[in-house]
């Protein structure tokens, strides 16, 4: 079993910074796929940006790949998303997800191809 909790959400002023993070407990596998996904109110859960645990390779929709970061911390089963240049589209709940098994090109941007969820934390970016 995967458990996912996230942290570092908060209000922020376009063009400043935030931090999230997300750790897992349980077991990870060598196709261990980490994601973090958001969801505007009134909208549908998107796709942000996703990490390969073996390779550490990343993938980032085109709206925030010049502006967030994802990595594994050094120490730990936790990884991060810095978030750079924000702006007020970038404001909606935050979700942590996991897989477990290995996704194509196609299902690591897709909800459908996560089993783990994490709460979910609030990010605002006020004008």
């Known amino acids: 079993q995967v458990q996912l909790v996230e942290s570092g959400g908060g209000v922020v002023q376009a063009g400043g910074s935030l931090r999230l993070s997300c750790e897992v407990s349980?077991?990870?596998?060598?196709?261990?796929?980490m994601s973090w996904f958001r969801q505007a109110p009134g909208k549908e859960r998107e796709f942000v940006a996703a990490?390969?645990?073996?390779?550490?390779?990343?993938v980032y929709r085109d709206s925030v790949k010049d502006r967030f970061t994802f990595a594994r911390d050094d120490a730990g089963n936790s990884a991060f998303l810095q978030m750079n240049r924000l702006e007020p589209d970038d404001t909606a709940v935050y979700y942590c997800?996991?897989?477990?098994?290995?996704?194509?090109?196609?299902?690591?941007?897709?909800?459908?191809?996560?089993?783990?969820w994490g709460q979910g934390t609030q990010v605002t970016v006020s004008t």
């Open positions: 997800a996991a897989s477990i098994v290995r996704l194509n090109s196609a299902l690591i941007r897709a909800t459908r191809g996560y089993n783990y």
């Open positions: 990490l390969r645990w073996d390779s550490g390779s990343t």
């Open positions: 349980g077991r990870t596998f060598s196709s261990f796929v």
